[in-house]
């Protein structure tokens, strides 16, 4: 192993230490009540995004359905 790779290697841990403890500092900052309130409000919302485009779909499906209702019959629809 070169000097090279020695002092990059040795750099990495310095990296993430400082990361940590930027980290630490946003996590040991004081959040406003609003702010918490609005965090455990957020944080009662079920997290479903299969649910989500399920609903999606379903939605999409019953507005293409109701659009080819209102197209005149007999015509070609290629």
Do not use: C, H
């Amino acid at each position: 192993m070169n000097r090279a790779e020695g002092d990059a290697t040795e750099s990495e841990p310095e990296a993430q230490t400082d990361e940590k403890a930027i980290a630490g500092q946003a996590a040991d900052s004081p959040i406003n009540e609003d702010q918490q309130a609005l965090e455990q409000w957020l944080r009662r919302i079920p997290d479903d995004p299969g649910g989500l485009l399920r609903r999606k779909f379903q939605y999409q499906y019953q507005v293409r359905r109701a659009q080819a209702g209102a197209k005149p019959s007999g015509g070609k629809t290629w």
